[in-house]
């Protein structure tokens, strides 16, 4: 990607990638400051390099930690849908990037727990993992404060384990855990 | 109350954002657009843009999707609301419409009404908040044409014909991926959008038998609608396409195999204008 | 299952069973029947194309769908009028599809004059509080005076008419007493329902003067009216 080559906006711990957006009208500054912003609420002391792929609209991200210590890089992507405004598009939208990053920071939280350790790399996770991982981290962002709508992940959940009443109990537990184990986490409802 | 009501002034409450064609073209991001991120196999079905369920996002495009049919369906009530009003009873010359077309048209308001409760009720049901997703106007602006017969087919020909694609493509992804509501509502809506496409299809002739000008420059608009609401070659029957023409469905609705094969023919060279936009809008910026 | 004779039986019974109290006389000749028919139908005409016409108008998502609900049953009653007519001897139903007078005519135009969208309240009360409840004055009369033998299609539509005008008519209401919040709405509410009313007194309702019959007692004798189309009983 060639706007991973210009140069990137540092703050901090945090540097983002893209410095400057052609296609999108986004901040780095502001980013980084986000990221910083939710890494010190979540806890989260590693320095951070947030990469962002302007050039789709699309929405997919990923975390990855070099090591499971807390000065490990951590380096998250993040296609541009992930941060927008979804009522102005190209816009930068604080409300969904937190959210989306915020996953990201819960994530590579989880990653240093010992009980992690058997989790598959963000980009091999299988569909119903990310579910369920996504369903677990929603769950603690709305805890903490931030705009989630519990049905939007309930319905994730539901396309991936069924439209069950068993599948919905899942979801309700994974929801309302805080410690969970990545096999824990995963199993089946 | 004005005769006629302009695109720009379409009542919204203050959840809803609106935007236009020209706007949503000026956004040169391409899905997939120089992704590392993706680890996607060229040959899976989501390396195309289909709504299918193996997609990494396909609860969270299935959901922007439903917002987009809401706010269409809200269009399109207040289209046929429109011409329901905006034009006499009369034998269909000038600025007037046959009594039963405008009867037709108060009967697809109802329709429309009751698409916009269903599609609100799932896009409840998929984790969707009203005015979530920005609205594009855009087919509002084709309900606004004077000539009523260039209504039926920018409206009810192209525009319910996409519909009629679009809810085919989402009752298969409800079946795909089992949701018991999602299949079983696109199910009825489609029936609907089938009966307004034929309606579109009668009055269009009916209403232009003697007057065989007056239908080619209903046709052409309809063409340049239907080139339109491809949305950049979005929907055809390449593998790129988001949305498959539902050829049977629009046999039904009183399509005639060439007329659907013409729009396959808009729907790619749509596909390949915008590639080459791109391409321009890419260059540009690599030069800068 | 003994010996004793089977009763006769016959199969011989009056026409009208006990039960069937309907009778012959009614106020309206065929001739006047059409005329009220024919005002009817332009009525209705007028108040679909209002409400399709306000879908885009209004803001609020609930009245949007709920006028384009209401835009089908009103048309599905101009088009049990438009059916009427050629039996009721107008094979061109459009000569007789007219307002009642000048009145009417008016009173249509201020009610569909409210466009802007800060002006749900002013259109609802058009359509609910001053036309829709004339619909139901003008109807029940005629349901209640017309032959019920003679006219038995006009009381069959005007019965499932009925139905949809009190149904629709309380969705009005109740969409208007959720949007009157204030001393300000009230009075905007009022105001417009009285202007409205006005006219609609001038016009003498949906089908003119003797809409709803005679209504004073003159000369100690029966009920008059001063309308002077009120057909032969
Ligand atoms: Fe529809
Ligand atoms: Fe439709």
Redesign the interface.
Same mark, same amino acid.
Request: glycine letters at 10%; aromatic letters at 8%.
């Given at each position: 990607m060639a706007s991973e080559t210009l140069a990137a906006a540092v703050i901090g711990k945090v540097t983002v990638t893209p410095a400057e957006f052609r296609l999108v009208a986004f901040d780095a500054h502001e980013l980084a400051a986000l990221v910083a912003e939710l890494a010190e609420q979540f806890g989260v002391a590693n320095p951070i390099h947030l990469i962002v792929d302007e050039a789709t609209p699309l929405a997919k991200l990923s975390a990855e930690l070099d090591a499971t210590s807390s000065d490990a890089p951590l380096t998250i992507r993040a296609e541009s849908g992930a941060l927008e405004n979804m009522k102005q598009l190209t816009t930068f939208g604080r409300e969904r990037a937190a959210e989306s990053l915020g996953r990201m920071l819960l994530r590579a939280r989880d990653r240093m727990r010992d009980d992690f350790a058997d989790a598959p790399p963000d980009l091999e996770l299988t569909l119903a993992q990310n579910a369920a991982w996504d369903a677990y981290c929603a769950g603690r962002l709305a805890r903490r404060g931030h705009r989630v709508v519990q049905q939007r992940w309930r319905y994730n959940y539901r396309n991936r384990f069924g439209f069950t009443d068993r599948a919905d109990e899942a979801f309700e537990r994974l929801w309302a855990a805080d410690d969970l184990g990545f096999a824990e986490m995963v199993a089946a409802p | 109350? &004005?005769q006629f *009501?302009p695109v720009e002034?379409?009542? !919204?409450?203050e959840r809803f954002?609106q @935007?236009n064609m020209a706007e &949503?073209m000026a956004?040169? =991001? %391409?899905?997939?657009?120089?992704?590392?991120?993706?680890?996607k196999k060229a040959s899976s079905r989501s390396s195309t843009n289909r709504l299918t369920?193996?997609r990494? /996002? #396909?609860?969270?495009r299935? !959901?922007?999707l439903m917002h987009g049919i809401m706010v269409g369906e809200?269009q399109a009530?207040?289209g #046929?609301? =429109? @011409? $329901?009003? /905006?034009f006499d009873?009369g034998d269909g010359s000038g600025d007037t419409i046959p *009594?039963a077309l405008?009867?037709d048209?108060? !009967?697809q308001?109802?329709d429309?009404? =009751?698409h %916009?409760?269903i599609s $609100?009720k799932l896009s #409840?049901?998929?984790? @969707?908040?009203?005015?979530? *997703?920005?609205e594009n106007t855009v087919l *509002?602006e084709a309900a606004c044409s004077n000539d009523p017969v260039l209504r039926l087919a920018g409206v009810n020909r192209a525009l319910e014909g996409l519909a009629i694609d679009v809810f085919t493509q989402m009752k298969e992804f409800g079946d795909l991926?089992?949701?018991?509501y999602l299949e079983f509502c696109e199910d009825w809506m489609l029936a609907d959008e089938v009966t307004h496409v034929k309606m579109g299809s009668d009055w269009l002739r009916k209403v232009t038998e003697n007057d065989p000008e007056r239908r080619s420059r209903a046709l052409e608009f309809q063409q340049v609608v239907d080139k339109l609401f491809s949305f950049g070659g979005a929907r055809g029957d390449t593998a790129e396409s988001s949305f498959q023409l539902a050829r049977r469905f629009r046999e039904l609705a009183g399509f005639t195999d060439d007329e659907v094969d013409t729009i396959a023919e808009l729907d790619e060279q749509a596909l390949a204008e915008r590639k080459a936009a791109v391409r321009a809008m890419n260059a540009a910026? $690599?030069a800068n | 299952m003994g010996d004793a004779p089977a009763p006769e039986r016959t199969t011989a019974r009056a026409p009208f069973a006990p039960w069937d109290r309907r009778d012959l006389p009614g106020m309206f000749d065929v001739a006047e029947t059409a005329r009220r028919v024919g005002n009817y139908k332009w009525a209705e005409m007028k108040l679909f194309e209002a409400l399709g016409g306000w879908i885009a108008t209004v803001p609020e998502l609930d009245v949007k769908m709920r006028l384009g609900t209401h835009c089908y049953h009103h048309a599905w009653h101009a088009e049990l009028w438009h059916k009427r007519l050629p039996e009721l001897r107008e094979m061109k139903p459009e000569r007789l599809t007219q307002p009642a007078n000048e009145a009417m005519v008016r009173f249509m135009d201020a009610m569909t004059e409210p466009e802007a969208p800060e002006l749900t309240i002013e259109k609802l009360v058009g359509a609910y509080r001053v036309l829709i409840p004339r619909f139901i004055a003008a109807y029940t009369y005629h349901r209640n005076n017309t032959s019920e033998i003679t006219d038995a299609p006009t009381i069959r539509s005007l019965t499932f008419i009925l139905q949809d005008e009190i149904d629709d008519w309380r969705d009005g209401e109740m969409m208007l007493q959720s949007l009157i919040s204030t001393e300000h709405d009230v009075e905007r509410a009022a105001a417009h329902q009285a202007r409205l009313e006005a006219i609609m007194v001038e016009a003498g309702g949906i089908a003119g003067p003797g809409t709803i019959g005679p209504t004073t007692v003159m000369n100690g004798g029966s009920p008059t009216t001063d309308s002077t189309t009120e057909g032969d009983a």
């Open positions: - | 109350m &004005r *009501f002034d379409l009542a !919204r409450d954002v @935007t &949503r956004d040169t =991001r %391409v899905p997939g657009g120089g992704s590392q991120t993706s680890s369920p193996d990494h /996002d #396909a609860s969270d299935a !959901r922007g809200i009530l207040e #046929a609301g =429109r @011409t $329901a009003h /905006d009873a *009594f405008k009867l048209m108060a !009967r308001a109802w429309e009404a =009751r %916009v409760e $609100a #409840a049901w998929m984790g @969707t908040e009203i005015g979530e *997703f920005q *509002f991926a089992g949701d018991p910026s $690599a | -």
